[in-house]
């Protein structure tokens, strides 16, 4: 069965970088395209952006365009958020998903557990 | 960037109801909807996706309509474990958005 499991949570300080890494286990890695989503508390979810294992190319969302990286490492089948230049309203849960189907479809249905980032002086 | 909009944002009901949640986009997106729930702690679920699709294992009380920009997820007759908060999301156009959310409370 398909599964992300997800680094464990961090703290950081404004101004700082983060990575988080998402393992995938029980499916081809480089056969689907992986999403990274985040939900700061109380706020709805976010799209950041996705990465294609196969190829490595990645889209970002415009606000992120300057300040996030997205890797892959196949292998071991690992994807990697880089998120720098951090502020107080990066606080969030991070979650890498993966697309239901091969190709960039957008419909997400295996999620890790989510990574908890917290920015704080 | 296109806008979903959720309805209610919190929904009371009793279980064995019928739930009844609305999504609309600000412009056109097709088919390209999906549904998620959430439970407090835990990622995401998909639930729907083409608007009306089932996702593998979720139960057959899940149902999702489209008319133009309005979705609906029906929850035909809710148990215990459903209690949780909704998310409909648009992936006709980047950047992908989902909408604020819709909680169903006891």
């Known amino acids: 069965q398909a599964q992300l499991v997800q680094s464990g949570a961090e703290v950081k300080k404004p101004g700082a970088s983060v990575k988080v890494s998402c393992k995938a286990f029980g499916y081809i890695f480089v056969g689907y395209f992986l999403h990274w989503v985040r939900q700061a508390p109380g706020q709805r979810l976010e799209w950041m952006g996705w990465?294609?294992?196969?190829?490595?190319?990645?889209n970002f969302v415009q606000k992120f365009q300057d300040r996030v990286t997205m890797t892959t490492d196949t292998s071991i089948d690992t994807a990697y958020l880089e998120l720098s230049r951090l502020r107080s309203d990066d606080t969030a849960i991070y979650y890498c998903a993966r697309d239901r189907e091969t190709g960039i479809r957008g419909e997400v249905d295996v999620w890790g557990e989510g990574t908890t980032v917290t920015v704080s002086s | 960037e296109i806008v979903m909009t959720q309805s209610p944002a919190t929904l009371s009901v009793s279980p064995g109801e019928r739930a009844t949640l609305s999504c609309r986009a600000s412009?056109?997106?097709?088919?390209?909807l999906a549904w998620y729930q959430q439970i407090p702690g835990q990622a995401p679920r998909l639930l729907i996706y083409g608007a009306s699709t089932r996702a593998t294992g979720i139960p057959a009380r899940f149902s999702g309509s489209r008319s133009g920009t309005e979705f609906t997820l029906t929850i035909s007759s809710l148990q215990s474990e459903d209690f949780a908060v909704y998310y409909c999301?648009?992936?006709?156009?980047?950047?992908?958005?989902f909408g604020q959310g819709t909680k169903v409370e006891i």
């Open positions: 990465v294609n294992p196969n190829t490595g190319s990645t």
């Open positions: 412009q056109s997106v097709n088919y390209f």
């Open positions: 999301q648009q992936y006709s156009d980047w950047p992908y958005t």
